[in-house]
Nanobody
Framework: DVQLVESGGGSVQAGGSLRLSCAAS????????MGWFRQAQGKEREGVAA????????TYADSVRGRFTISRDNAKNTLYLQMNSLKPEDTAMYYC??????????????????WGQGTQVTVS
């Protein structure tokens, strides 16, 4: 079975930092594009950051560019999201996702096949 398990969420004051992790199993991780998404209460899920299979190409939502950094370790089957200068509007459930396609990393939810259960990030 495919499993994506997020960790690292929590509560932090505005201006603080958190690092999210996503451990993958049951997939050929190095063949998958990976992404971080978030969903605030009452809002649609939105793409935050995505990374290609090798880690050489990344893309970010405008709202987080310059504050968040996505990275991956293919030897450990793990995805990361370093979040700095957090703002209250970053409060949401954060999900990691995996998908397979040829080309650039994408922020569309429809491109991804597998999803984790999410980890809550609260910024006050």
């Amino acid at each position: 079975d495919v499993q994506l398990v997020e960790s690292g969420g929590g509560s932090v004051q505005a201006g603080g930092s958190l690092r999210l992790s996503c451990a993958a199993s049951g997939i050929t991780y190095s063949n998958c594009h990976m992404g971080w998404f978030r969903q605030a209460q009452g809002k649609e899920r939105e793409g935050v950051a995505a990374i290609d299979t090798s880690g050489g190409r990344t893309t970010y939502a405008d709202s987080v560019r310059g504050r968040f950094t996505i990275s991956r370790d293919n030897a450990k089957n793990t995805l990361y999201l370093q979040m700095n200068s957090l703002k209250p509007e970053d409060t949401a459930m954060y999900y990691c996702a995996a998908g397979r396609w040829v080309g650039y990393p994408k922020l569309s939810v429809h491109e991804y096949n597998y999803w984790g259960q999410g980890t809550q990030v609260t910024v006050s």
